[in-house]
């Protein structure tokens, strides 16, 4: 028998495939359910975790174990990413010596379900004789490290969505939703700019979106341009170098429209002889346009907006180059 056909033979009853697919939208749905909550329980303690982490003088030390511990590293990293440096520690590493990381005016982040995590008192009692600020991201708000902690985020939830109720499911959805709560308000106190997102994130599609300018790719040398007493004849060449489009130009550079492939094809549906007609007849007079120093991802929205390929660039008015939709999508801007 083949492997297709095993596989087949192997595959539950269509009634187990349905109960199968019953249980996932009843993880899904109870872990969107215990999200939805948290928002209802946000109040001053949420505020006042945002003020010490924005006032720190240090790094955020973000601590956890197990599953809580998987939760702090993508807390540490969100942090990171935008705007305030944080980092993962390790709470048995930390009491081993790694400890030495949370320098003065560091703020320490503790992620537990219960409140009642072993591995995390030896930390709390680090912060406390060094008087560093607890943010206790807890399943219980009345723990033991609740009452230690300077600010309590409470991320408890009803039930986890695990069927045996054991295994932490809703508990961490909550527990990493809550991190993103953090990291965004802090985005708003810090003043956090999509600048300053692009400085710390150059590599990759995001980087490069947020950080190419039309000026990088733009053909600013040896472009072809005409005025607009130029004819059909005269623009088939330019309009074949240029990919369809070319700008049309006054005596002073300024622009004052432009051409494009698809204006010839509808002149000459409806006229026999127009290889003499000069382009101020059927030209594009309104075109959208680029600057050079806007963000190449800016003018590939307009000209999807608009369904046009390229845009003429200009810069105090005067045209200085044209910039393309393919050398955009080339460069990686989405």
Known sequence: MSTVANAAADAPPRADRAAIVREGRHVLRSEAEAVAALADRLGDEF????????????MVVVS?????????RKVAATLTSTGTPAVFLH???G??????????????????????????????????????????????????????????????VTAEACSMGLAPTSSTTAALAMGDALAVA???????????????HPGGTLGRRLTLRVRDVMVDEDYPAVTADATVREIIVPLARMRGTVPVIDDGNELVGVVTAGDVARLMERTE??????????MTRSP???????????????MEEHGVMALPVLRAGGLVGIVHLHDLLRAGVL
Do not use: Q
């Open 186 to 200: 802090l985005i708003r106190r810090r003043g956090f700019r999509p600048e300053d997102f692009a400085r710390i």
């Open 95 to 156: 009491l081993h010596g790694d400890l030495g990381l949370a320098d003065p005016g560091a703020v320490m982040i503790l992620v537990s379900r219960s409140g009642a995590t072993t591995e995390l008192h030896g930390l709390l009692a680090f912060a406390e004789t060094r008087r560093m600020p607890v943010v206790a991201m807890v399943g219980d708000p009345s723990s033991r490290m609740a009452n230690r902690a300077a600010a309590v985020l409470d991320c408890g």
């Open 64 to 72: 956890g174990i197990g599953k809580s511990g998987l939760v702090a």
């Open 288 to 302: 959208r346009i680029a600057f050079p120093d806007e963000l190449g991802a800016t003018a590939v929205r307009r």
């Open 273 to 282: 002889d127009f290889l003499g007609l000069p382009v101020s007849g059927f």
């Open 91 to 93: 709470p048995v590493e």
């Open 47 to 58: 505020a006042r975790a945002v003020d010490l982490l924005a006032t720190s003088e240090g």
